[in-house]
């Protein structure tokens, strides 16, 4: 096996006898994307018999796998950066890029915290802050724009323990091996955790899902998804899933 392909969720949906060998995609999707992803993706499998294969991870990695030759032929990031630096290779044609939904950051604490603002973080009762890698993590660059907004970015490197995808990050609050962290705010409805703020967008960049064709891949196929993604159907179901769309 490829060594893209190592830690990344595979999953299959929608494969019908009908379905031609070519009538299939490979999408890399943000992991805060799963559950709506998921859904979308079997709703235009049962409509159009075409088979959607999801790849599941930070959107840095994603982005990085794309960029060692995976054969992927949609990436729907969570953040602008990765879908820039694969223009920048040629990989992706930005004048394609589509914006498909929005999303807020949240501090989440535990069921029982008593954190009641951001502010709070620098305090001596926070012991353990998680946040996803700003390196490949966009909730994690969205959290550090924010820190350094608010001042507090230096006080809280003592507390910070890093996830590898804000799905982690979430996982370490629910499961009490962090005080507190920062997700979406649809992530903080996948979990037992207490949303403690909501962060002012002007704190960071804009919180934007770009979906990008990858060229020389399964390119019309691929548009065709993407078409789908924008449409009434897949609106409804990112909209029910706390998502905002354009």
Same mark, same amino acid.
């Given at each position: 096996?490829?060594?893209?392909m190592?830690?990344?969720?595979?999953?299959?949906?929608?494969?019908? %006898?009908q379905? @031609?060998?070519?009538?299939?995609?490979?999408?890399?999707?943000?992991?805060? =994307?799963?559950?709506?992803?998921?859904?979308?993706?079997? *709703?235009?499998? @049962?409509?159009?018999?075409?088979?959607?294969?999801?790849n599941?991870?930070? %959107?840095?990695?994603?982005?990085?796998?794309?960029?060692?030759?995976?054969?992927?032929?949609?990436?729907?990031? *969570?953040?602008?950066? $990765?879908?820039? @630096?694969?223009?920048?290779?040629?990989?992706?044609d930005?004048? *394609?890029?589509?914006?498909?939904?929005r999303? $807020?950051?949240?501090?989440?604490?535990? @069921?029982?915290?008593?954190?009641? %603002?951001?502010?709070?973080?620098?305090?001596?009762?926070?012991?353990?802050?998680?946040?996803?890698?700003?390196? /490949?993590?966009?909730?994690?660059?969205?959290?550090?724009?924010?820190?350094?907004?608010?001042? =507090?970015?230096?006080?809280?490197?003592?507390?910070?323990?890093?996830?590898?995808?804000?799905?982690?990050?979430?996982?370490?609050?629910?499961h009490?091996?962090?005080?507190?962290?920062?997700?979406?705010? /649809?992530?903080?409805?996948? *979990?037992?955790?207490?949303?403690?703020?909501?962060v002012?967008?002007?704190?960071?960049?804009?919180?934007?899902?770009?979906?990008?064709?990858?060229?020389?891949?399964?390119?019309?196929?691929?548009?065709?998804?993407?078409?789908?993604? !924008?449409?009434?159907?897949?609106?409804?179901?990112?909209?029910?899933? !706390?998502?905002?769309?354009?």
């Amino acid at each position: 096996m490829k060594q893209w392909m190592v830690a990344v969720v595979m999953v299959a949906i929608g494969w019908g %006898s009908q379905a @031609r060998a070519d009538q299939k995609i490979i999408v890399s999707a943000a992991a805060s =994307l799963k559950e709506v992803v998921e859904e979308i993706a079997g *709703a235009y499998s @049962r409509e159009t018999k075409v088979e959607v294969r999801l790849n599941l991870g930070a %959107s840095g990695q994603l982005a990085a796998q794309i960029e060692a030759g995976a054969p992927v032929d949609l990436f729907v990031s *969570a953040g602008q950066e $990765q879908i820039a @630096r694969l223009a920048d290779k040629k990989l992706v044609d930005p004048k *394609a890029v589509r914006i498909i939904a929005r999303n $807020q950051l949240v501090l989440i604490g535990e @069921r029982g915290t008593k954190l009641q %603002s951001i502010e709070q973080l620098k305090d001596a009762g926070i012991m353990h802050l998680a946040m996803g890698d700003p390196e /490949t993590v966009p909730a994690g660059e969205y959290a550090r724009q924010s820190l350094k907004a608010l001042g =507090l970015w230096e006080k809280v490197q003592p507390k910070l323990v890093y996830g590898a995808s804000v799905r982690q990050v979430l996982d370490y609050v629910a499961h009490s091996e962090a005080e507190a962290g920062f997700v979406y705010a /649809t992530d903080a409805r996948m *979990a037992e955790v207490k949303v403690v703020a909501m962060v002012a967008a002007k704190m960071h960049e804009p919180i934007v899902y770009p979906a990008a064709i990858i060229k020389g891949q399964n390119e019309r196929e691929a548009a065709g998804f993407v078409g789908y993604l !924008g449409g009434p159907v897949a609106r409804k179901i990112l909209r029910e899933h !706390g998502f905002e769309t354009e």
